[in-house]
Nanobody
Framework: QVHLVESGGDLVQAGNSLTLACATS????????FGWFRQAPGAERAFVAA??????FYADSVKDRFTISRDDDERSVYLQMNNLKPEDTAVYYC???????????????WGQGTQVTVSS
């Protein structure tokens, strides 16, 4: 089992950058795949990005602006967000699943979320 805690959410102006962090517990960090999801007000939770080993996946809406990375030594996962837009405003959630990930697989563990607000 893994425990996830997100941090780094903030209020920023459009065009600026922000990095979210997901700190994890457990001794088998390297055996997990991780993802970032977001939920805007009145909308369903949506996939943003995932990392499985060194393979990354991105939603079309964030490709070329967001970068997901993992630091196995720090047991952390990051989401670097550049050129933020008002439509990126949402609560961002970190998620984990044991083993590998590819699109359509579900994540089993979730953090509590961190708020990102982008003003125009």
């Amino acid at each position: 089992q893994v425990h996830l805690v997100e941090s780094g959410g903030d209020l920023v102006q459009a065009g600026n950058s922000l990095t979210l962090a997901c700190a994890t517990s457990g001794r088998t960090f390297s055996r997990y795949a991780f993802g970032w999801f977001r939920q805007a007000p009145g909308a369903e939770r949506a996939f943003v990005a995932a990392v499985s080993g060194r393979t990354t996946f991105y939603a079309d809406s964030v490709k070329d602006r967001f970068t997901i990375s993992r630091d196995d030594d720090e047991r952390s996962v990051y989401l670097q967000m550049n050129n933020l837009k008002p439509e990126d405003t949402a609560v961002y959630y970190c998620a984990a699943r044991a083993g590998t990930y590819y699109p359509s697989l579900e994540f089993d563990y979730w953090g509590q979320g961190t708020q990102v607000t982008v003003s125009s």
